[in-house]
C-alpha cells in the first residue's frame, strides 16, 4: 500500500481552493493583505519544511491547498476557545502539532506491555538515560522480519557488526526522507547471523497530513488551542504574582 498521495488530487482541489480565493478576495476587499500574507507565509513553510526532510511532499501540498481554501479564519461561530490570530492556517499547524503529540500514546503504552515479557534495552545497556526515554516515548521494538513489509516504520538505532558481535545504539533523525537502505541490509545480515535478537526499535511514521486534519478539526470546533493554553498560563501567572 503506498503512503503517497496522487498529483491528481491537488489537481481537483488546487483550481478549487483558488476559486474561493479569488471570491473572497472580491466579497472581501479589505482583507486582501491578510488572505495573501496568510498564503505566503503558509507557502513559505510547506516548501521549507518538505525542504528540511521534516515533512512529506503531500504534506507540504496539502497545507497550501488547506490556505487556498481557508486563509483566513472561517465565519462558522459556536468555537469553545477564542482564536486570536486572523491567520487560519496558522492556527492549524499550531493545533496540528498538539494533535500529533497523543501519537506518543500509543508507544508508551505499547512499551509498558512489552516491559513485562522481555528486556527492552538489551545490547543498549550503555546508551543513556536520556535516549531511553527518548526511545520509549517516540519508538517501540519490532522482529526485524518486520522491517521490509512496513514501510512506515523508521529505524530508531544502528547496527555495527565487529566480528562475532554487533555494536548498537540510538540513532534519532527527524529527517522523513532519509534513505536506509544500507542500515536495513546490515540489521538483516545480524539477524540472519544469529548476532541480533529480540527485535529492533523503530518509529511509527504517520504523514503529517493526518495531523493536519485533525488540526482543522481542533480549530472548527475548539479554536486555538494553543494561545487558549498560553493565555490561561499567563493569567495564572499574573494572579499568582
Known amino acids: 500500500m503506498s ?27 479589505g482583507s486582501w493583505l491578510e488572505i495573501w500574507l496568510s498564503i505566503s507565509i503558509t507557502v513559505a513553510i510547506s516548501l521549507l519544511l518538505p525542504y528540511l526532510g521534516l515533512w512529506g511532499g503531500a504534506d507540504g501540498k496539502g497545507f497550501i491547498c488547506l490556505a487556498l481554501m481557508n ?5 462558522v461561530g459556536g468555537n469553545l476557545l477564542h482564536i486570536v490570530d486572523p491567520l487560519f492556517p496558522l492556527v492549524v499547524f499550531c493545533n496540528a502539532y498538539v494533535a500529533s503529540l497523543f501519537a506518543l500514546l500509543y508507544p508508551i ?16 545497556e550503555d546508551e543513556s538515560y536520556l535516549h531511553k526515554a527518548m526511545a520509549l516515548l517516540t519508538g517501540y521494538k519490532v522482529p526485524v522480519n518486520e522491517l521490509e513489509s512496513k514501510s ?19 540513532e534519532f533523525n527527524l529527517r522523513v526522507d532519509l534513505d536506509n537502505s544500507e542500515e536495513l541490509a546490515e540489521i538483516k545480515r545480524a539477524a540472519d547471523s544469529g548476532l541480533l535478537g529480540g527485535g529492533i526499535w523503530v518509529s511509527p511514521g504517520l504523514p503529517f497530513l ?3 486534519t485533525l ?10 488551542v494553543v494561545w487558549s493554553i498560553i493565555s490561561t498560563l499567563m493569567r495564572g501567572i499574573v494572579v499568582l504574582f
Open 3 to 29: 503512503r503517497e498521495v496522487s498529483d491528481r488530487v491537488w489537481m481537483i482541489f488546487y483550481p478549487a481552493g483558488l476559486a474561493l480565493t479569488a471570491i473572497r478576495l472580491i466579497v472581501q476587499t
Open 71 to 75: 486563509p483566513l479564519v472561517p465565519a
Open 109 to 124: 503504552q505499547r512499551n509498558v506491555r512489552m516491559h513485562r515479557r522481555q528486556r527492552l534495552f538489551e545490547g543498549l
Open 152 to 170: 512506515h516504520l523508521f529505524l530508531l538505532e544502528s547496527i555495527r557488526s565487529q566480528e562475532s558481535t554487533v555494536r548498537r545504539r540510538f
Open 210 to 212: 493526518v495531523f493536519v
Open 215 to 224: 488540526g482543522l478539526a481542533i480549530s472548527v470546533l475548539l479554536g486555538d
